[in-house]
């Protein structure tokens, strides 16, 4: 079966060429040029259905995300967004998009199902309390996966992570992997944010994410209009991608985890 058998049964035209796109770590995704001259993204992934259910999430809070075509199995198909530019171009209209993003409120922390990157689970079951979420959903799940001496300072943390995180802050819509890669820019505008891991969580982890890799001005920071203390909480959310690395691509990561929990104190 060629790549682009599924994809041509999915939308009923065929498919000229399937090229492979560089930078899927996770999964395997494809630029599809169709017979008539139009293109396609295809991604075939275990969470192309919930992916899929990302992207509408998305697109339904008024943020740019590539419009779901088809999803099947392990096949999602979706709009081709043209991107010209790196993040750093579009500060300001990515902090537009992000305050719609969060301002998409749920009821409890979390999401309907469980996601994924590669190999390593993301446990959405919902819950209540924030902290509680963060700690069993986001830091403890690793501790079977990392160095005895990393997995005691890890329980030490999330044992008091109350004293740390607010308990109820408002339940955002989060994209959820949000770094520099993951947002396709026009110009000077956000053309698409792609590749979520959605849930519903504090708002803050969005931005540890993006500035994990990223390095947003001031004037960003000040838009989103963050709580005055945001920076101490942003080891702590910054923790979760770092184990998340760890687990992935090995010991490279160790030093980055230990960093950020010798700032905890821990």
Excluded at 53 to 58: E, F, G, H, T
Aim: hydrophobic fraction near 50%; charge should be neutral.
């Amino acid at each position: 079966m060629s790549t682009a058998d599924v994809p041509e049964r999915l939308i009923g035209r065929p498919v000229a060429a399937a090229r492979r796109l560089s930078g899927g770590d996770l999964s395997a995704v494809f630029r599809l040029t169709l017979a008539d001259g139009g293109t396609l993204i295809a991604k075939r992934a275990a969470t192309a259905t919930s992916e899929a259910d990302m992207l509408r999430a998305i697109r339904a809070a008024g943020v740019p995300a590539p419009q779901v075509i088809a999803v099947k199995g392990e096949w999602l198909l979706m709009e081709d967004v043209a991107a010209s530019a790196p993040v750093c171009a579009a500060w300001p209209d990515l902090a537009g998009n992000l305050t719609l993003l969060h301002a998409a409120l749920g009821k409890d922390y979390g999401w309907p199902i469980d996601h994924a990157f590669g190999a390593v689970a993301i446990e959405n079951r919902p819950a209540t309390d924030w902290p509680i979420f963060w700690a069993e959903r986001r830091l403890l799940c690793h501790l079977p996966f990392v160095r005895p001496d990393l997995a005691r300072r890890i329980e030490r943390l999330a044992g008091r992570l109350h004293d740390h995180l607010p308990r109820r802050p408002p339940p955002s819509l989060l994209h959820g992997d949000l770094w520099g890669g993951n947002v396709l820019v026009a110009g000077n505008r956000i053309a698409a944010l792609i590749d979520p891991a959605c849930y519903r969580g504090d708002r803050e982890v969005d931005v540890a994410m993006l500035t994990l890799f990223d390095r947003p001005p001031d004037s960003f920071f000040d838009a989103l209009a963050l709580d005055t203390d945001w920076r101490n909480r942003q080891p702590i959310y910054r923790l979760w991608p770092l184990l998340v690395h760890l687990r992935l691509f090995g010991n490279s990561y160790a030093d980055s985890v230990d960093a950020a929990l010798a700032v905890l104190g821990c």
